[in-house]
């Protein structure tokens, strides 16, 4: 079992940045695969961001690269996800997601644990 508890989630103006962060407990976080997925109002859930275990690999969604970032602190069990040049279009409820096993993917229905979210919410 891994409990995730997503927070940093707030409301910013277009062009500002937020550090979203995802506490994991209950396995070994170091050998976890993490990642960020967003559902918007009336949309399905979509893939932010994935990091492997080590942190020496990362993948991004198109809509995000280069203005997202993930990263892993293993000594504190948690994962980031900086936001920089926010859009509205980025206004979403923000899940951290564990996958136990495997390598980073954008796929929702590979990983095993979800948080229960925290709301982005970007203004014009």
């Known amino acids: 079992q891994v409990q995730l508890v997503e927070s940093g989630g707030g409301l910013v103006q277009a062009g500002g940045s937020l550090r979203l962060s995802c506490a994991a407990s209950?396995?070994?976080?170091?050998?976890?695969?993490m990642g960020w997925f967003r559902q918007a109002p009336g949309k399905e859930r979509e893939f932010a961001a994935s990091i492997s275990p080590s942190g020496g690999s990362t993948l991004y969604a198109d809509s995000v690269k280069g203005r997202f970032t993930i990263s892993r602190d293993n000594a504190k069990n948690t994962v980031y996800l900086q936001m920089n040049s926010l859009k509205p279009e980025d206004t979403a409820i923000y899940y951290c997601a564990a996958r136990i096993g495997g390598n980073v993917s954008r796929l929702n229905r590979v990983y095993d644990y979800w948080g229960q979210g925290t709301q982005v919410t970007v203004s014009s």
């Open positions: 209950g396995r070994t976080f170091s050998t976890v695969v």
